[in-house]
């Protein structure tokens, strides 16, 4: 099966605009009922988290399933009613016998206090599964100003890096490519955000600075062969040259990355809580990233050079100008 990218190009740009546009708009309400374009954790906000498992080994503890409505109902009542709450499941039973509490800064005695009384309502808790961890308003700050800074010091790096080795519209596009999977990404978790909780952590620009790489390594891939394609025929097209690049590598982009997706899977189902969004924003982007490196930065580079006028990279046109003269 041969693929012709380039004549599709159109539909390939519109799938991708859609699912950044439905992004932006999440982003945009978001912004307007949070304050953030997504819906932020406890490390960049601050505040305690709260996590309670019941304790199963009474006789009719888990009996009933929790209502997370009456979990919430006690958190107004201590004056929390602005808290995220989830029901969890146990690691081990896979049964939802746990609560999850995200909350503004609470002293020990608040938190005990909250304990104590969700405890009377949906049972009592297994104090060597209960978690509790508060993080300071100023450390969340550090952490998305240092996320940040890392993201655009990347970027400048990946521009220099392949304007050195390809030219400056190869870096250009690259860059397009990527911003097209960072805003996929960020846009999917803004819908997730608004539509199931989803929060993201300092783990979140971990996984954006990993999802960079990735995609840069898989583009840089096909430009090469784009490269070599047209020292040996110089006198193609050059859409027809990047058809044969993708179609060359096409196997390895597959296999790699079914390979990595395959392991953030069993990553997102047995990683537990703490990974399980991580693994999510790595799974989301390494596919918008195989997809963009195919479907968007090589499709992008087709267009522009057609649109210039060239057939083949300005250095080698001219060199074959010249033996012609000769």
């Known amino acids: 099966m041969r693929l012709s990218i380039n004549k599709s190009r159109g539909l390939w740009w519109i799938v991708?605009?859609?699912?950044?546009?439905?992004?932006?708009?999440?982003?945009?309400?978001?912004?307007?009922?949070?304050?953030?374009?997504?819906?932020?954790?406890?490390?960049f906000i601050g505040g305690t988290r709260l996590q309670?498992?019941?304790?199963?080994?009474?006789?009719?503890?888990?009996?009933?399933?929790?209502?997370?409505?009456v979990v919430r109902e006690v958190a107004r009542?201590?004056?929390?009613?602005?808290?995220?709450?989830?029901?969890?499941?146990?690691?081990?039973?896979?049964?939802?016998?746990?609560?999850?509490?995200?909350?503004?800064t609470l002293t020990p005695e608040q938190r005990t206090q909250l304990q104590n009384a969700i405890s009377e309502k949906i049972g009592a808790f297994d104090p060597q599964k209960n978690q509790i961890d508060t993080v300071g308003p100023s450390v969340g700050q550090d952490l998305f100003r240092s996320g940040i800074l890392a993201l655009i010091v990347s970027f400048i790096g990946i521009v220099v890096y392949?304007?050195?080795?390809?030219?400056?519209?190869?870096?250009?596009?690259?860059?397009?490519?990527?911003?097209?999977?960072?805003?996929?990404?960020?846009?999917?978790?803004?819908?997730?955000?608004?539509?199931?909780?989803?929060?993201?952590?300092?783990?979140?620009?971990?996984?954006?600075?990993?999802?960079?790489?990735?995609?840069?390594?898989d583009t840089v891939v096909i430009y090469d062969r784009i490269r070599e394609t047209i020292k040996t025929n110089p006198e193609r097209r050059f859409a027809d040259i990047v058809d044969d690049a993708v179609n060359q590598t096409l196997t390895r982009s597959i296999n790699t990355t079914l390979t990595v997706l395959l392991t953030l899977l069993a990553l997102f189902l047995f990683g537990g809580e703490t990974l399980k969004n991580f693994a999510l924003a790595l799974?989301?982007?390494?596919?918008?990233g195989a997809y963009s490196s195919i479907f968007i930065a090589s499709t992008l580079l087709a267009w522009w050079r057609?649109?210039?006028?060239?057939?083949?990279?300005?250095?080698?046109?001219?060199?074959?100008?010249?033996?012609?003269?000769?």
């Open 16 to 43: 991708s605009s859609a699912i950044i546009l439905a992004g932006i708009i999440s982003m945009v309400i978001s912004w307007q009922q949070l304050g953030a374009p997504l819906r932020p954790g406890l490390d």
């Open 52 to 69: 309670f498992e019941r304790d199963c080994t009474k006789p009719g503890n888990c009996d009933k399933a929790i209502d997370v409505n």
């Open 283 to 288: 799974i989301i982007g390494f596919a918008a």
């Open 77 to 104: 009542a201590q004056g929390l009613g602005d808290s995220s709450i989830q029901i969890i499941a146990d690691k081990e039973t896979r049964k939802e016998n746990g609560v999850l509490i995200r909350t503004k």
């Open 162 to 217: 392949m304007a050195f080795r390809f030219q400056l519209d190869y870096a250009v596009f690259a860059i397009v490519a990527l911003f097209h999977d960072i805003f996929i990404t960020v846009g999917i978790f803004s819908i997730l955000g608004l539509t199931l909780g989803t929060e993201v952590d300092s783990l979140f620009i971990v996984a954006l600075l990993t999802i960079t790489g990735f995609s840069v390594n």
């Open 306 to 326: 057609e649109r210039k006028g060239d057939s083949v990279l300005p250095n080698r046109a001219e060199s074959i100008d010249a033996s012609v003269d000769s």
